[in-house]
């Protein structure tokens, strides 16, 4: 799997987007971006992933660029509840085999009212 | 929705004790995982599982072993803790199905702490 490289830690002001941003330059044809969130003491949440296309859903959205070597994740209107440890990840997905994945150390979204 | 639940919240054993954690998942996912998360190391894959009775080996598996006799239910056993075993630990599980997402769904974790 792809390495990602993340800022430790963010601020954002309640009710503004939220962008973190996440680089993987030696990310692979075949190889998804997933992003997760962790809010404290809970197990981490599924967000997003895409391939090469920006995705939404009713949660966030997720922007990659044309290269794939990086990709953001876009909380439109950040609520305090959206504080949480954000991770990037890159990885394999598809049919067959195991999904082994591998998490770094994320960013630590702080959202401020 | 998928649940997963993990037997414990909060455990508190001995060195040198064995110690059983347990996870179990609603939705007939092949794959099972167990992780650890420490403060600055993000989460560390221990063990996973992609089938019944079928075992691979994380990035930290000395002083674990792991058990699924049954599809839903995953087990982490320390053989004998030590405290360096301290720490929150995470079960997942997911599908492994073609044009899934294959996203994984996590339980609440288990603080485990090793005296």
């Known amino acids: 799997d792809a390495k990602t490289t993340q800022p430790p830690s963010m601020d954002c002001a309640e009710g503004r987007a939220a962008n973190l941003p996440c680089n993987h330059s030696?990310?692979?044809?075949?190889?998804?971006v997933y992003w997760y969130r962790q809010i404290h003491s809970q197990g981490p949440q599924y967000i997003i992933h895409?391939?090469?296309n920006n995705e939404t859903n009713e949660m966030a959205s997720l922007i990659i660029t044309e290269d794939r070597k990086s990709s953001t994740l876009i909380l439109p209107h950040a609520t305090l509840r959206d504080t949480a440890v954000y991770y990037c990840i890159v990885r394999v997905a598809g049919s067959g085999g195991y999904q082994k994945v591998t998490f770094g150390t994320g960013t630590k979204l702080q959202v401020i009212p | 929705d998928v649940k997963v639940t993990q037997s414990s919240r909060y455990l508190v054993k001995r060195t040198g004790e064995k110690v059983f954690l347990e996870c179990v998942q609603d939705?007939?996912?092949?794959?099972m995982f167990w992780y650890r998360q420490d403060p600055g190391l993000g989460l560390r894959l221990i063990y996973f599982s992609y089938d019944v009775k079928m075992k691979e080996k994380g990035d930290i598996p000395e002083g674990y072993s792991v058990s699924r006799e049954k599809k839903e239910r995953f087990s982490l056993i320390l053989e004998s803790a030590s405290t360096n075993q301290t720490s929150m630990y995470l079960c997942?599980?997911?599908?492994?199905?073609?044009?899934?997402?294959?996203?994984?769904?996590f339980g609440p974790g288990t603080r485990l702490t090793v005296t």
């Open positions: 895409g391939l090469k």
């Open positions: 997942a599980s997911s599908l492994t199905a073609s044009g899934r997402t294959n996203e994984q769904y």
């Open positions: 939705m007939d996912h092949e794959n």
């Open positions: 030696t990310i692979s044809g075949n190889e998804y």
